[in-house]
């Protein structure tokens, strides 16, 4: 599906962040074979209930391509203790195949502005030197739209952080009319516009991209078209708030804001008009949730490519999507070979942002942890509390048996005393028949 290539430019971000080798920004010390990989994220927008969040998304795929999906990206949510809704930081994990466990790659922590409304900055850390490697600032209108955004990577030799990116949105009335790219971040700065036609609800409808190396010769490079369901809702103010609330949160975007009929994407200019590449048609249950997305390109005619399939369970919440190729041989689609499963919580939400009152709760700090992890239990008092500690397939590594005491300290070693090695973990604390667990993440 192509939806990414230019709607996720201008209305996500930019290709930076989906495309960038982060390699080139880590330390030099830094193993680049195991370092940061191309982020894929779908969005976790559709038939989200705000009293339900991400948890986690697992990335399978066939790397191997034998039919088998294995796993390959963990992304684990992390949200403020105080309000349940916001995000606090995103821990991005590997599979380690050799070790059958989660190997950590990096983090992405976020950091609001002082009323807790805006994210006015993106950092990613690799935790070399304990500092942001990559850095994305936000700023604001007066009247709180999205206004400017900055793409900054850090120069080990130097000590300072460069900007090699920044995008500028400008609004005409309840509708996002422009955006503007300045790329300074190679040998030769050039620059990128897309003006923005909007139908009669101001949803983007025609988007036109040109390209110029001085902001004063421009040239054609694409031309998007947009077509909306019958049932869409979604206005000019809905884009503007999905920009300036939710966009930083994603990586890509499947083009799940607003009900998408079809999409025509990519149209190359050849000089005297434009050839058309890719085209999405979009399907939806009778919830109005899409269900599939069927991709095609120009040939003689359009020819299937790609179809992504999505499901949900029974709170309405996306339960997994996959992808599929199709076979030109054989005329058919192929198994899939990507799989995207979204893991979702439970939580408590009132109307003031606030946690009600649990009955139990545990925590572990600090999480990651290095050598030692404090673990803090709080539940009925003088009721003995049973602690454990389990491995990402459930087997038991560590048992602190009984106790009355509502705190332990754990050294990270399993139950023959040998230290564990990196990767996620589960402390689980039961009490009168009652348990109540917490994922951990070892990095030493």
């Known amino acids: 599906m192509k939806l990414n290539a ?14 960038t080798n982060f390699s080139s920004f880590a330390h030099p010390d830094f193993d680049s074979d195991t370092a940061i990989r191309k982020q894929y994220v779908p969005s976790i927008n559709p038939a989200r209930n705000r009293n339900w969040r991400v ?29 349940p809704a916001k995000i606090d930081s995103i821990w991005v994990m590997q599979w380690v195949t050799d070790f ?18 805006h994210v006015i900055q993106l950092q990613y850390y690799l935790y070399i030197n304990n500092m942001p490697y990559f850095l994305i600032d936000c700023e604001y209108t007066t009247n709180q739209r999205l206004m400017d955004v900055f793409f900054r990577t850090y120069d080990w030799d130097n000590g300072v952080y460069h900007t090699v990116q920044s ?14 790219i300045e790329h300074t971040g190679s040998s030769r700065a050039y620059y990128e516009r897309f003006i ?43 884009y503007i708030d999905f920009l300036s609330h ?14 998408i009929d079809t999409y025509s994407n990519f149209r ?21 949730q899409v269900t599939d997305i069927l991709t095609q390109f120009m040939d003689v005619s359009f020819v299937n490519e790609s179809l992504h399939h999505y499901v949900y369970n029974t709170n309405n919440n996306l339960s997994y999507y996959t992808n599929q190729l199709w076979d030109m041989d054989s005329q058919a689609w192929d198994i899939p070979d990507e799989k995207y499963i979204y893991n979702w919580g439970e939580y408590t939400h009132n109307e003031d942002d606030t946690i009600l009152p649990a009955p139990m709760s545990l925590n572990a700090y600090p999480n990651p942890f290095n050598d030692i992890v404090d673990i803090r239990f709080n539940g009925k008092d003088n009721a003995p509390v049973e602690t454990s500690v389990f491995n990402i397939k459930g087997q038991l590594i560590k048992s602190f048996g009984k106790s009355r005491s509502a705190s332990i300290t754990w050294d990270g070693k399993d139950n023959n005393g040998k230290s564990i090695s990196n990767g996620i973990y589960f402390i689980k604390t039961t009490q009168e028949g009652k348990s109540i667990s917490k994922k951990v993440i070892r990095i030493k």
């Open 6 to 19: 230019l709607l996720f430019l201008i209305l996500i971000l930019p290709v930076l962040i989906s495309g």
């Open 55 to 83: 948890e986690s998304i697992e990335y399978q795929t066939d790397e191997d391509f034998n039919g088998i999906l294995e796993p390959n990206m963990l992304y684990d949510y992390c949200y403020n203790d105080t309000n």
């Open 100 to 117: 059958e466990n989660w190997g950590y790659e990096h983090t992405k922590n976020y950091i609001y502005d002082d009323a807790g409304e």
């Open 167 to 180: 995008v500028h949105y400008t609004y005409t009335n309840n509708a996002l009319a422009s955006v503007m």
């Open 196 to 238: 923005i036609d909007s139908d009669a609800n101001g949803r983007p409808e025609t988007i036109y991209g040109s390209a110029s190396p001085d902001l004063i010769n421009w040239g054609n490079t694409s031309l998007e078209e947009i077509t909306y369901h019958a049932h869409d809702t979604t206005t000019g103010l809905d």
């Open 246 to 259: 939710e966009m930083i949160f994603y990586d890509e975007w499947d083009g799940l804001l607003g009900m």
């Open 268 to 288: 190359e200019w050849n000089g005297v008009g434009w050839d058309s590449f890719y085209f999405d048609t979009y399907t939806y249950n009778t919830s109005n």
